[in-house]
């Protein structure tokens, strides 16, 4: 069996913590002690503060973080900051940005910014009475939170609504108290937790102390106080939009071009193994600016999926329309983001991928966020239904490989300008680069 059983590990120091792995899990430990060492900042404030980050931290873990210029978005210009691995993201966000920079660029309208929390429990007596008696108590819990809501509240946000909700359909005598909230500029994260939690010794000691409830009735039962990742109300829409014949590529006519991008659309709305790959593109571009941000990406992927899904089939995000001689391509999306809080005061490069936003509220920060996805997807689709995807993909990945060989700089420019016109698949790579080497 490999590995071993370890007691208050968070406990070492960091340096023993590297010895204890590197001892017990590298080939050779010195290597990756030194590894590990190595991708520490230069600036041991700098690597404290990422250390304070996470528990248990060793080292860092670096992404690319690169930029794509020329997005108008809403009659402003932007270069997004994006963060990302994958070769062809940044690519070809930036080739649709210039493409749609002349053709009157990306539109976005918040459409909602509202977020939700729940407060599970199982309550055994009679709903109406519930219902009767929580939307009486309903002050108290404003009240209960008003010390906590204080700073929101002076900032346009804090708690919207307060509702019961009646499961019991569903799951024996499980009821939820949903509450709603504006968070306006930040993600909002804990202050719904904090507040959800207040809620739930409020209902618990309000239903105790009443006279209305039976013993039975009283022993209400907390399963969990938690935000929803799903927000179909903390949504953002953004279009693009041109004359048909602005559509016209080397390699197609405009019509065609059209004809085949809104069957290629379809296609992902309804097959839903088509759609799964389709939103995975728009991922690539809305995760890429989310991580560059500082915001939590696995929320919104989670988000976004649920609500692919909310017809009860997963389908596209996107959607396009062809009418009176105009092509018509748009994202909706729940994206629940912030500009303040979290990590966007805190971690250095985050900071400056705000101040190359010019600082911009969550509501502007998704829109952005919605053109990049849709950037993405358009690329992809264009790429798709003319060249097919491998050209401008292996063209961007030749690095990868070339870099795996261990190629020099100059290899890597002979090479590069070698398969200029060519679309070089993996075997290709490596055969052009051992003939390079005996040559
Ligand atoms: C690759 O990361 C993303 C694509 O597969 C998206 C798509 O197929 O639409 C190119």
Redesign the pocket.
């Known amino acids: 069996m490999l590995g071993t059983y370890i007691k208050g590990f968070s406990k070492l120091t960091k340096a023993e913590k590297i010895d204890w792995l590197a001892n017990n899990y590298f080939e050779n430990p010195e290597e990756g002690k030194a590894l590990l060492q190595n991708y520490w900042h230069a600036d041991a404030k700098t690597q404290k503060l990422h250390d304070e980050f996470i528990e248990n931290t060793l080292t860092n873990y670096y992404l690319p973080f690169g930029v794509a210029p020329n997005f108008k978005i809403d009659d402003e210009i932007f270069t997004l900051p994006m963060a990302i691995e994958?070769s062809?993201?940044v690519a070809a966000a930036a080739k649709s940005a210039s493409f749609w920079f002349n053709r009157g660029g990306f539109k976005t309208e918040i459409i909602g910014t509202k977020k939700v929390g729940h407060v599970h429990f199982v309550y055994y007596g009679d709903s109406n009475k519930l219902w009767e008696f929580i939307n009486e108590i309903k002050n108290k819990f404003y009240e209960d939170t008003a010390d906590i809501t204080e700073n929101m509240r002076k900032r346009g946000g804090g708690i919207q609504d307060i509702m019961l909700i009646d499961k019991t359909f569903e799951e024996p005598n499980y009821y939820q108290l949903k509450a709603t909230f504006e968070t306006v500029d930040s993600m909002g994260a804990n202050f719904i937790n904090t507040c959800l939690e207040q809620f739930s010794q409020t209902l618990q000691r309000e239903i105790q102390t009443s006279d209305r409830f039976t013993e039975e009735e009283k022993q209400i039962q907390i399963i969990m106080c938690i935000l929803s990742n799903y927000t179909p109300e903390c949504l953002v829409r953004a279009e693009v939009s041109c004359p048909i014949e602005e559509l016209a590529t080397d390699d197609v006519s405009a019509e065609e071009f059209v004809q085949k991008f809104e069957r290629a659309v379809h296609v992902?709305r309804i097959e839903p193994y088509?759609a799964t790959?389709?939103n995975?593109?728009?991922m690539?571009g809305i995760d890429a600016v989310v991580i560059a941000t500082g915001n939590d990406f696995r929320a919104i992927e989670a988000a976004c999926h649920t609500y692919a899904a909310r017809s009860g089939q997963y389908r596209s995000l996107t959607d396009c329309e062809v009418k009176d001689g105009v092509f018509r391509f748009w994202i909706e999306v729940p994206l629940a983001l912030g500009t303040v809080g979290g990590l966007t005061k805190l971690h250095p490069v985050v900071k400056l991928a705000h101040e190359m936003l010019g600082r911009p509220s969550a509501k502007k920060l998704m829109g952005m966020v919605a053109a990049s996805g849709l950037a993405?997807?358009f690329g992809?689709?264009r790429?798709?239904v003319t060249t097919g995807?491998q050209k401008g993909?292996m063209k961007m990945h030749l690095l990868n490989v070339l870099n795996q060989l261990g190629a020099t700089e100059e290899e890597k420019q002979q090479m590069v300008a070698y398969f200029k016109d060519k679309v070089p698949h993996y075997n290709e790579i490596v055969k052009g680069y051992n003939d390079l080497k005996n040559a």
């Open positions: 994958e062809s993201v992902a088509r790959t389709h995975k593109g728009i690539n993405q997807n992809a689709l790429a798709l995807i993909h």
